[in-house]
């Protein structure tokens, strides 16, 4: 019924404008902030994705070659440093 008060067991999962704790923090469709409280060591509610995460690496169901792991990634990279010092350390001798 309209105007009720409500029940303690309602108002224990109310979470107010005033509620302490830490809050979502995504924006809503209609562009305001969710009221919903962050889960632990989340900075989202379960409905804006703070229950997401796959796992890394092989024990994730869309692993396929490793190609594009942070490891093999931050070793290409390291490669390519290393042979753009070697390109400049040959340009600056006059082998190029």
């Known amino acids: 019924m309209i105007g009720d008060p409500q029940?303690?067991?309602?108002t224990k999962w109310h979470f107010g404008i005033d509620w302490p704790?830490?809050?979502c923090g995504a924006?809503?469709?209609q562009g305001t902030a969710c009221l919903k409280p962050a889960l632990s060591g989340r900075k989202r509610c379960q409905l804006h994705g703070g229950r997401a995460g796959a796992p890394t690496g092989m024990r994730n169901g869309n692993y396929k070659h490793g190609r594009n792991t942070k490891e093999?990634?931050?070793t290409r990279r390291a490669a390519i440093a290393r042979i753009r010092a070697l390109v400049a350390l040959g340009?600056?001798?006059g082998l190029y």
Do not use: E, L, M
């Open 91 to 93: 340009k600056a001798a």
């Open 7 to 10: 029940t303690p067991s309602q």
């Open 27 to 29: 924006k809503t469709r």
């Open 21 to 23: 704790g830490k809050r």
């Open 72 to 74: 093999a990634i931050t």
